[in-house]
């Protein structure tokens, strides 16, 4: 399951214009063009996994509210996921580690 651009640009847009936010304002936060967030706000781009953490950064959001359906949840500081619910980050670098919520680990080189 992959993130839907258009719900994660709706987000962001939201939220940007909550904290009375100009796309300006928010390029220079967080170091991307204005351009570029426009394109995210409106869907046409999917953004990085960098440029999703810088954002909600700015946004002083966790990332999770941002990607994922937590805003289905009641506000809490913590929630619970089974194994088959957490969804695995991929990083394919010098390390090749994988990262779910709470865990971590080395794949083996298969």
Avoid: C, Y
């Amino acid at each position: 399951m992959g993130i839907d651009p258009r719900s994660f640009g709706k987000k962001i847009r939201a939220l940007r214009k909550q904290r009375k936010l100009t796309l300006a304002k928010l390029a220079e936060i967080t170091r991307r063009s204005v351009s570029l967030l426009s394109q995210i706000e409106t869907g046409k781009v999917s953004p990085s996994f960098s440029s999703m953490r810088i954002i909600a950064e700015a946004l002083q959001v966790p990332i999770g509210q941002l990607i994922g359906e937590e805003d289905k949840m009641e506000e809490k500081d913590h929630a619970l996921l089974r194994p088959k619910a957490r969804k695995i980050l991929t990083s394919r670098g010098a390390f090749n580690i994988n990262f779910s919520p709470g865990t971590w680990a080395r794949p083996s080189n298969s």
